[in-house]
């Protein structure tokens, strides 16, 4: 398959590999920025513009499996979010990251940033990942729903981005300190705002709703500011695991839940998109790094 691929896709700074686990992944790597991108999930694994640390975090634990989430990057949370509502058996967040997408196109573009895109569809949805790397990762989940549907159809998405950070205990963000959440820690529970940056000492896993705004993690270890921007999304996930349940995830190291969270761009809940047959909804996150 790659040699296809490589064969159909041979722009420089772009290669295609297959891993031990036998999935194949585009491997981006320009004067700019490099990147690691599965098929499976289209999924961003890695990404670091040039002359910066790691943005995205990856378990060391990571599986690299056919129908197995990777443990970081940004897996694609599509067409519902967290538990299915219906369907205990279904999976979390959806089954959009584990099966394998199509290749469809790579651009490398004036300024050197790369723009690769992915496709595949899911229950009656057409879906589009476009992810550009360059000095920021912008990434582009695009939802059609087929003009010969025979009804309107809802879904959930969310760019579960898996952020690197120096150390839990001393980072902070910005952003959503007027934002009311739902509580998801033991339950799911209607907080109101907090009036201040948000930090970690405990287990936080958050549901903001109504919310375009940007955030901003500011890592005083690392000495930089990562920055989390989004377009057509109204829910933001801010999450860390905290101690027990890392121990509790076999994918994930039980130390690691110091060195990462998750700032999350979705549309969830009472923010999920519904489209008309014909119609097509595009959310984008970009993700880039700062001084601090
Ligand atoms: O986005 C936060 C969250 O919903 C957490 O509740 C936690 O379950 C996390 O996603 C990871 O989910 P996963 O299915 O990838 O283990």
New binding site residues.
Partial sequence: MINSLQEKFSIPGLRFETTEGGLVKAVIDTPIAKAEIYLLGAHVAAYQPAGSKPILWMSAKSLFEESK?I?GGV?I?FPW??AHATDPKA???GSA?TRIWDFLSAVLNPDNSMTVSMGTAIDGFSVVFTATVGEKLKMELTVSLPEDASESKSFEA?L?TYLSVSDIHTVSIEGLESNDYID?VGGTTPKTAEGKAIRFSAEL?R?YQNTAATCILRDPGFNRSIVVEKQNSLST?V?N?WIA?SAR?P??GDDEWKEML?I?SANVGGCAITLSPGQTHTMIAMVSATAL
Avoid: I, L
């Fill in positions: 989430p443990r897996p949370c979010f967290g999976p979390a967040h990251r969310a579960h998801k896993d549901v996930v999450w695991p349940k995830m994918d994930f998750c999350e």
